[in-house]
């Protein structure tokens, strides 16, 4: 049988996996909303986020004017031999952008990739520190 | 607000009853009830390949078996967040997931290859020689 027309058997009654980006892109293919957890200690805020099938080097982190963006780039090439048969997700890029409203030490951000998780640590500048006032 | 985080405690209530509804167990159809992890599988020079997202999974804490034509993929998702932390944003689920697949073949269970790479698990799946489709000369 010809690949085009072959069949592809889409799982039903599933909602879809990821929701896609909903704004223009300048690059070709999908694009998709990664599962983040914010989480905000005394001295940083932690933001992890789900990005399976993303190699360290294509991921793109940029924070200015207090917009932190995260781009993750897939690689498509081990798909291409490959001709699926029974699909209930998709695979595209990552893509998603948070404002921020602490002040943010951008000289300290530290990010990690592991086993498809990304995780920034974004320390909180000095002066936006919480600071405890003792009582004379 | 009044309640911080009331509207994502609800949408996220909403969203574990869409994903009990969403299992298949109220369908008749008796394949892919579970619903976690979503797979997409693949043919390759008549061989499947079956590709599951998993990230943040530990390689041990995921348990896969092959037998004849099922394959089981067990296993637990921990997220971890230390102590004293105030949630800003609370997406992804810790869970445990068993998942039971029916394959169109019997599998080589001793050529079964899997391997777990940046968040993504690929099980590579032979058809068992027994199976295999044999041919016939006229004579």
Redesign the interface.
């Known amino acids: 049988m010809s690949k085009e027309t072959k069949e592809v058997t889409k799982?039903k009654?599933?909602?879809p996996?990821k929701t896609e980006y909903a704004g223009e892109r300048t690059i070709p293919g999908k694009c998709y909303i990664p599962?983040?957890?914010?989480?905000?200690?005394?001295n940083s805020?932690?933001v992890?986020m789900?990005?399976?099938?993303?190699?360290k080097d294509n991921v793109n982190i940029t924070l200015e004017n207090n917009i932190l963006e995260v781009d993750a780039k897939i690689d498509n090439s081990p798909?291409e031999?490959?001709?699926?048969?029974?699909?209930?997700?998709n695979?595209g890029h990552y893509t998603r952008r948070f404002t921020v409203s602490n002040t943010i030490d951008t000289a300290k951000i530290d990010a990690n990739l592991?086993?498809?998780?990304l995780t920034l640590a974004l320390p909180k500048a000095e002066e936006s520190r919480p600071k405890k006032i003792e009582i004379s | 607000m009044l309640l911080p985080g009331a509207l994502e405690t609800l949408l996220g209530l909403q969203d574990a009853m869409d994903r009990t509804f969403n299992t298949g167990f109220f369908d008749s159809a008796t394949t892919s009830r579970g619903v976690y992890p979503p797979v997409n599988i693949f043919e390759n020079n008549g061989d499947l390949v079956l590709v599951a997202e998993l990230p943040g999974v530990r390689k041990e804490d995921l348990n896969i078996e092959v037998k004849g034509d099922t394959i089981r993929l067990a296993g637990e998702r921990t997220i971890k967040h230390g102590e004293n932390v105030s949630y800003h944003r609370v997406e992804r689920n810790s869970s445990k997931f068993d998942r039971t697949l029916k394959l169109p073949y019997n599998v080589q269970s001793d050529k079964v290859k899997a391997e777990y790479k940046d968040g993504l698990l690929v099980v590579a799946l032979s058809r068992a020689e027994a199976d295999k489709p044999k041919q016939i000369t006229i004579q």
Do not use: F
């Open positions: 799982a009654n599933r909602k996996e599962k983040t957890d914010i989480a905000e200690t005394e805020l932690v992890t789900d990005v399976p099938g993303v190699k798909y031999s490959l001709n699926p048969v029974y699909t209930e997700y695979v592991t086993d498809g998780v």
